[in-house]
């Protein structure tokens, strides 16, 4: 059952406690032997539970040149639900309220009467879920009639909304062609799903176009899928809606989420809700439906102006002057109720509370050493105390690396934050002697590679992720052979041409050393006769695009 108020316990913690925000702490917790019940416990295989410590921070900081005022956070909360059990929930600061919306979802609504210029606030929440791979049956023989669409599922789930349009000429004679009312719902289902697979094409684009925009186009991000799927289905006679959720991306050790993940459901008579992520091959089998154990739900239902969240599925904010935002999901490996205690009580933020400074916060968490300090370190290093920000610039580095770079990249607005990060990252880097171990692939010699801009040197990738992340726009770790010292080198597309972008830490930020077009990629060869030197345009996204 759910208790919300604050944490009580015995625990005898370390109570390291440092008035960073003048904040309470509130608390919803819950320990069960298991998932919530389903009632028709054959119908829902469970497999592989993962259990992970998850932390979903709204960082908001002042505009420079004026206050943000009356602020609204929304978070939704993640619940007990088959596949997934949350053992706690911790709320900072105290929510205004927590509310239920009609689709079942739990809404925390935060308040920050006013921000000052540059002031940085945090509201977050910090869970301890374990989850479950999820295997869906449709089997005939589990049919159950407590699986009936009721009217409250008509009239929440067939509905029309700006992002389906399920009644433009264009959704109904689609709809009407792939799946015809005339077959069963479980067919119609698998056949949108199949046609979805087909003609779409996964694309970030940066937008949430409505279905018929999608579908034309073939192209769409998870949620564009999602809106796709849902239109077709409830075009077709059957209750869809989607779920929103923040994404493990990492087996072991910390991570961060920053793009989450949607997909959409479907409500078969008989057998109640089951799972479509059609970006997942692995999602439909003969007769089951499969969900990995790799997310944790935040809430099941649909979307619109009028509802705090909008069409977003985790986290708004809102205001009379918004602030400046950054929204980010942190997970790793699970703590103990007590170590989780030790870590918010080391940031200021337990049952009792101190004097102490930001400073001494941030050296309480960097000599508790634990991947879930994290998040809090964070919060010291956008904090005014440069001083103290560099340690735990430090610390972070310390703790996990590739953490660290996603920190960087996430404060790019803030540059006393972004400043500290770098310098950590560059004195990091610098000096190491070796390569890191690995195959390394040559791409472009020194003599070419901006030597009057005084750029890092010759610089190589590992063979595996030139073969495995090739034209996909990702991040690599690259390597300067001059300098010896990792560098930041980011690939993307210009028409038919690769780009590379390579930067070097220096102090305020990153700096742009070269910009290359090159034909292809190949671990086979090397680049330096094909590569061709040309202007350095700022910002660097002109070529991009």
Request: aromatic share 8%; hydrophobic share 40%; proline share 7%.
């Amino acid at each position: 059952m759910w208790s919300e108020g604050t944490a009580v316990g015995n625990r005898v913690v370390l109570r390291a406690a440092v008035a960073v925000w003048g904040f309470l702490c509130s608390s919803v917790s819950a320990e069960a032997s298991g998932p919530a019940s389903t009632g028709d416990a054959n119908r829902i295989l469970l497999t592989k539970p993962m259990t992970k410590c998850v932390v979903a921070t709204y960082r908001m900081v002042g505009h420079e040149q004026r206050p943000a005022t009356d602020v609204h956070c929304y978070f939704h909360l993640p619940q007990d639900e088959p596949g997934q059990q949350v053992l706690d929930l911790r709320l900072i600061p105290k929510p205004r309220e927590i509310t239920t919306d009609p689709h079942g979802r739990r809404l925390a609504h935060f308040v920050i009467p006013r921000l000052a210029p540059g002031q940085h606030v945090p509201v977050r929440w910090i869970a301890r879920a374990r989850t479950w791979a999820t295997k869906t049956s449709t089997a005939a023989s589990l049919r159950s009639p407590q699986h009936r669409i009721t009217p409250s599922i008509e009239e929440l789930y067939l509905a029309d909304g700006p992002k389906y349009e399920i009644r433009s000429p264009y959704i109904r004679k689609l709809s009407a062609s792939i799946a015809p009312k005339d077959k069963p719902p479980l067919a119609r289902v698998r056949a949108i799903y199949q046609h979805l697979r087909e003609n779409l094409r996964y694309s970030r684009g940066g937008g949430w176009d409505k279905a018929e925009t999608v579908l034309r186009r073939g192209s769409g991000s998870c949620s564009e899928y999602t809106f796709a799927f849902v239109a077709l289905c409830r075009a077709a006679g059957v209750p869809a809606r989607y779920v929103g959720s923040t994404q493990c991306r990492r087996a072991a050790g910390p991570c961060f989420d920053r793009s989450h993940h949607r997909w959409g459901e479907a409500f078969i008579e008989g057998h109640g809700w089951v799972p479509v992520d059609v970006l997942k091959r692995s999602c439909v089998g003969p007769d089951y439906f499969y969900l990995a154990n790799k997310y944790l739900i935040l809430g099941h239902g649909d979307g619109g102006g009028d509802r705090p969240l909008g069409w977003h599925y985790t986290a708004a904010v809102k205001g009379k002057v918004r602030p400046r935002t950054d929204r980010e999901f942190f997970w790793c490996d699970a703590v103990s109720p007590a170590q989780l205690d030790a870590v918010l009580a080391a940031a200021g933020l337990g049952e009792t509370r101190g004097d102490r400074s930001a400073a001494e916060a941030g050296d309480a968490l960097s000599a508790l050493g634990s991947p879930l300090c994290i998040p809090f370190l964070t919060d010291v290093l956008y904090g005014a105390d440069a001083s103290a920000a560099a340690r735990a610039a430090r610390a972070l580095c310390d703790l996990d690396v590739a953490c660290a770079r996603t920190i960087r990249y996430a404060a790019r607005r803030v540059p006393r934050a972004r400043g500290a990060m770098s310098a950590a990252l560059e004195a990091r880097s610098v000096g190491a002697a070796r390569r890191p171990p690995g195959v390394w692939v040559d791409l472009f010699d020194g003599k070419r590679f901006l030597a009057d801009e005084g750029g890092p040197g010759p610089f190589a990738v590992r063979d595996s992720q030139l073969r495995n992340d090739r034209g996909k726009g990702t991040a690599w770790t690259g390597y300067s052979t001059t300098d010896r010292c990792v560098i930041d080198l980011v690939f993307a597309r210009a028409g038919s041409r690769q780009v590379a972008l390579v930067f070097a830490a220096q102090g305020e930020g990153l700096s742009l050393k070269g910009l290359y077009v090159t034909p292809s990629l190949s671990a086979n060869s090397h680049h330096s006769s094909n590569t061709t030197d040309i202007p350095l345009l700022t910002p660097p996204q002109q070529l991009c695009t």
